[in-house]
């Protein structure tokens, strides 16, 4: 299975800062055939079920606010929020699927300084 | 928009089998755009990927549930189902169904349902 490993576990942010949350895997998630990395970033609220944010590393779902980013390739991902908002705070999540069996990262939550 | 309700009991004994159902609204889940995974969430832990069904009926699951697993779907009911045999604590968790897009390949869950909380205890 390929490995996604976040950083940091937790953050705390003040509002309007920046906040950034890396996701590294364990081998690439890039697909030469269609030069896509396969690679999505969901955003969890308390007792919600996650919202897709970013497909493709660093296309943004329809609706999403473009506070929201996402680059890297290959195995170095980085979401960021360029102005932390008091609804942004949350748990994020990574996923690859690239291979077969899909993986997660364990998580980054996102809270208030 | 596309609605997933999951369904099923919440209580279940250990060394059973767990059974759940995803019923789709506002969606087909004979469409070939689209795949149909199920996910689960431990209280206060992370996502864990547990396997997904094509509009084909063919599957995969995670290695390390798959002698237990069985994810099938009716086309008639619009449904998907998850059935996870011998049950432990281990299993207790919030089963989340979703949607997945399928263009030329394998694309990101786009969708999830709200999920339902299964308890394993005798």
């Known amino acids: 299975d390929i490995v996604m490993t976040q950083s940091p576990d937790s953050l705390a942010v003040s509002l309007g800062e920046r906040a950034s949350i890396n996701c590294k895997s364990s081998?690439?998630?890039?697909?030469?055939?269609?030069?896509?990395?396969?690679l999505a970033w969901y955003q969890q609220k308390p007792g919600q079920p996650p919202k897709l944010l970013i497909h493709?590393?660093?296309t943004r779902e329809s609706g999403v606010p473009d506070r929201f980013s996402g680059s890297g390739s290959g195995t170095d991902f980085t979401l960021t929020i360029s102005s932390l908002q008091a609804e942004d705070v949350a748990v994020y999540y990574c996923?690859?699927?690239?291979?077969?069996?899909?993986?997660f990262g364990q998580g980054t939550k996102v809270e208030l300084k | 928009q596309v609605q997933l309700q999951e369904s099923g009991p919440g209580l279940v004994k250990p060394s059973q089998t767990l059974s759940l159902t995803c019923t789709v609204s506002?969606?087909?889940?004979?469409?070939?755009?689209?795949?149909w995974s199920w996910i689960r969430q431990p209280a206060g832990k992370g996502l864990e990927w547990i396997g997904h069904?094509?509009?084909?009926?063919?599957?995969n699951y995670s290695p390390s549930l798959k002698s237990r697993l069985t994810i099938s779907k009716d086309t008639s009911k619009n449904q998907v189902s998850l059935r996870l045999g011998s049950v432990t604590a281990a299993d207790t968790a919030v089963y989340f169904c979703?949607?997945?897009?399928?263009?030329?390949?394998?694309?990101?869950?786009?969708?999830w349902g709200q999920g339902t909380l299964v308890t394993v205890s005798s």
């Open positions: 979703a949607r997945g897009v399928r263009g030329a390949t394998v694309e990101s869950i786009d969708y």
């Open positions: 506002d969606g087909s889940i004979s469409s070939n755009s689209y795949y």
């Open positions: 069904i094509y509009d084909s009926g063919s599957t």
């Open positions: 081998q690439s998630v890039f697909y030469r055939t269609d030069n896509k990395n396969y």
């Open positions: 493709w590393a660093s």
């Open positions: 996923q690859q699927y690239y291979d077969i069996v899909q993986t």
